[in-house]
């Protein structure tokens, strides 16, 4: 079955740039979506088809994917932004999760 | 804007089936634009897929629950619904519905844009 890897942690300082990798075997022949979930909540969807932000979205969330690897990028990281982020894709009729990273701001 | 609510037991007792509705408000879910899912989500662990049931009532679920899930849908209720059997101590978690959009022409795109809050089901005698 297919799998997308991500790192359990990323940290970062308020002001910088945060970058979550997602892995997986040709993952950029796919798209790639990623959702942010703040404890309690339920997640919320920040980039869909690789590149695309959502109404409402700050343009500071970004994201990109080529070959094996999709990249979510947060600019200029705020407080608000500490959370866990999952990428998900498409797969053999079947959606797949990445593991989840949690992403702190220090 | 479309809301999605779920609902159902929050206790549910080791071998027995847990049965979860989501109703769908603010827009209908007979619309050909979506898929209808659910997600669950163990207490600290991430999201595992569930499943996804089209408006004519095609499903597609995830191999590793396939044999004891089943999604359904009543459009006259703007409700679908899910059925998970046997259920053990590893399906305490808290179940989410969503709403997909799909698509795409050389890569076909699948994504949630729309949740529930969640509701947590605990699977104890």
């Known amino acids: 079955s297919y799998e997308l890897t991500q790192p359990p942690s990323v940290s970062v300082s308020p002001g910088q740039t945060a970058s979550i990798t997602c892995s997986g075997d040709?993952?950029?022949?796919?798209?790639a979506c990623w959702y942010q979930q703040k404890p309690g909540q339920s997640p919320v969807l920040v980039i869909y088809?690789?590149?695309n932000r959502p109404s409402g979205i700050p343009e500071r969330f970004s994201g990109s994917n080529s070959g094996n690897t999709a990249t979510l990028t947060i600019s200029g990281t705020q407080a608000m932004d500490e959370a866990d982020y999952y990428c998900?894709?498409?797969?053999?009729?079947?959606?797949?999760f990445g593991g989840g990273t949690k992403l702190t701001v220090l | 804007q479309v809301q999605l609510q779920e609902s159902g037991p929050g206790l549910v007792k080791p071998s027995q089936t847990l049965s979860l509705t989501c109703t769908v408000s603010g827009g209908s879910i007979s619309s050909n634009n979506y898929y209808w899912s659910w997600i669950r989500q163990p207490a600290g662990k991430g999201l595992e897929w569930i499943g996804r049931i089209y408006t004519s009532g095609s499903t597609n679920y995830n191999p590793s629950l396939k044999s004891r899930v089943t999604i359904s849908i009543d459009t006259s209720k703007n409700q679908f619904s899910l059925k998970l059997s046997s259920v053990t101590a590893a399906d305490t978690a808290v179940y989410y519905c969503?709403?997909?959009?799909?698509?795409?022409?050389?890569?076909?795109?699948?994504?949630?844009?729309?949740w529930g809050k969640g509701t947590t089901v605990t699977v104890s005698s």
């Open positions: 088809q690789d590149t």
């Open positions: 998900q894709a498409w797969d053999s009729s079947t959606v797949v």
């Open positions: 040709k993952l950029g022949d796919k798209y």
């Open positions: 969503a709403r997909a959009a799909y698509g795409g022409q050389n890569y076909y795109y699948y994504y949630m844009d729309v």
